[in-house]
C-alpha cells in the first residue's frame, strides 16, 4: 500500500521539475495541492482500515501462530501516514528544488534514530518496540524532510487550501470506523467479517466522496464512464 502510494508522488516529479526550473511558483504549489489531496484521501482511510482490520490481515498472511504479531502490525499502520508524506517531501519538494543532499541526511537522521531506538525498544517490548521505533524513524524522516523544504513550499499554504479534503476525509474516517465495528459486532470475529467490514468501508467511503463532491473521485468517476 505504502510503494502504491508513493506512486502518486513518483509520477509528478518530471513536471514539478519542470516549473522549478521555469520559476513558475503558482503552477507548481497547485500541483503540489493536488498531491496533498490524493494523498491525503487514500492514506488516512488506508491507514485507519489496516488498524482495525489488523486481526484478520495477521492471520490471513501468517495463520494463527502470528495472532500476537497483530499490535505490531497495528503501529505499523500509523507509520503509513509519515513514510507517505516524507515521500511527498522529498521527492515533490527537495528532489526538483536540487536537495539531493537534504534527502540523503534525511534518511540518514531516520536511520540512526531506529538504530539507536530498536538497541533500547526491542529488548524491552520485542516486535513491539521494532514496530515503535519504525514509526518514530519514520516520523523523524517526515519531519527533517519538511522542514528543510520549508523554504520551497509553503506548507500553510497548501494547508489552507485542503480544508475541505480535510473535512472530506474526517467524515470518510467516521464511516469506515463504524462499518469495521459494526461488521464486528454483527458478525463476530470471523474471516467473513474481514470481507464484511472491508468491502461496506470501502463502499460508504466511496458515497462519501462522491455526496462531498470530491474532484479525484469525480475524475475517476468520469474517466471509467467513457
Known amino acids: 500500500a505504502k510503494q502504491l502510494l508513493n506512486s502518486i508522488v513518483m509520477v509528478s516529479i518530471p ?3 519542470q516549473f522549478c526550473a521555469a520559476g513558475d511558483d503558482e503552477q507548481y504549489h497547485d500541483l503540489l495541492g493536488s498531491i496533498v ?7 488516512l482511510p488506508a491507514l485507519l482500515l489496516l488498524f482495525m482490520l ?3 490481515v495477521v492471520f490471513i498472511v501468517g495463520g494463527e501462530a502470528f ?14 501516514a509519515p513514510a507517505v508524506f516524507a515521500a511527498f517531501a522529498t521527492n515533490s519538494v527537495l528532489l526538483p528544488n536540487r ?12 536511520a540512526v534514530v531506529n538504530l539507536v531506538l530498536n538497541l ?5 517490548w520485542g516486535q513491539d518496540g521494532a514496530a515503535l521505533t519504525t514509526l518514530i524513524a519514520e516520523a523523524a524522516v517526515c519531519g527533517s524532510a519538511m522542514w528543510w523544504g520549508r523554504k520551497n513550499c509553503d506548507y500553510r499554504r497548501l494547508l489552507r487550501a485542503q480544508g475541505r479534503t480535510l473535512v472530506t476525509v474526517m467524515m470518510g474516517l467516521c464511516v469506515i470506523g463504524l462499518a469495521c465495528v459494526c461488521a464486528e459486532r454483527l458478525m463476530g470475529h ?3 467479517t474481514f470481507f464484511a467490514a472491508g468491502g461496506s468501508a470501502v463502499a ?4 462519501v466522496l462522491l455526496v462531498r463532491r470530491d474532484s479525484l473521485a469525480l475524475s475517476l468517476l468520469h474517466r471509467r464512464r467513457k
Do not use: K
Open 120 to 124: 533500547i525498544a526491542i529488548p524491552l
Open 15 to 17: 513536471r514539478l521539475s
Open 204 to 207: 460508504l467511503y466511496a458515497v
Open 54 to 56: 489488523s486481526d484478520y
Open 99 to 110: 536537495g539531493e543532499r537534504l534527502i540523503l541526511q534525511s534518511t540518514i537522521i531516520g
Open 190 to 192: 470471523s474471516l467473513l
Open 37 to 43: 489531496h490524493g494523498l491525503a484521501i487514500t492514506t
Open 67 to 80: 495472532a500476537s504479531s497483530a499490535d505490531s502490525l497495528r503501529i505499523l499502520s500509523f507509520a503509513m
